[in-house]
Nanobody
Framework: QVQLVESGGGLVQAGGSLRLSCVAS????????MGWYRQAPGKQRELVAG???????RYADSVKGRFTISRDNAKNTVYLQMNSLKPEDTAVYYC???????WGKGTLVTVSS
């Protein structure tokens, strides 16, 4: 069974940084496309960033230049480095196996102004 466990969320001031991690189990991680998504209160869940098995990446326009997605296949882990955080980045952040459509339970990021 595929399991995705996120960590690294928390409270940070605007302009600060956080790094989210997502550890996968029960899957051949290295061949899976992975994504980070977020859902703010009252809003739909949206794609933040994705990374393919070959390391190709894509980003939402709202985070380009501030967030970086990466993966460590040896550790079955995908990361989201978030810099220059803004209050509008406040949301629950979810990790997803984009190929198998499995989701983690999410980690809350709160950015204070």
């Amino acid at each position: 069974q595929v399991q995705l466990v996120e960590s690294g969320g928390g409270l940070v001031q605007a302009g600060g940084s956080l790094r989210l991690s997502c550890v996968a189990s029960g899957t051949i991680f290295s061949i899976e496309a992975m994504g980070w998504y977020r859902q703010a209160p009252g809003k739909q869940r949206e794609l933040v960033a994705g990374i393919g098995s070959g390391g190709d990446t894509r980003y939402a326009d709202s985070v380009k230049g501030r967030f970086t997605i990466s993966r460590d296949n040896a550790k079955n882990t995908v990361y989201l480095q978030m810099n220059s955080l803004k209050p509008e980045d406040t949301a629950v952040y979810y990790c997803r196996d984009d190929d198998l459509d499995y989701w983690g339970k999410g980690t809350l990021v709160t950015v204070s102004s």
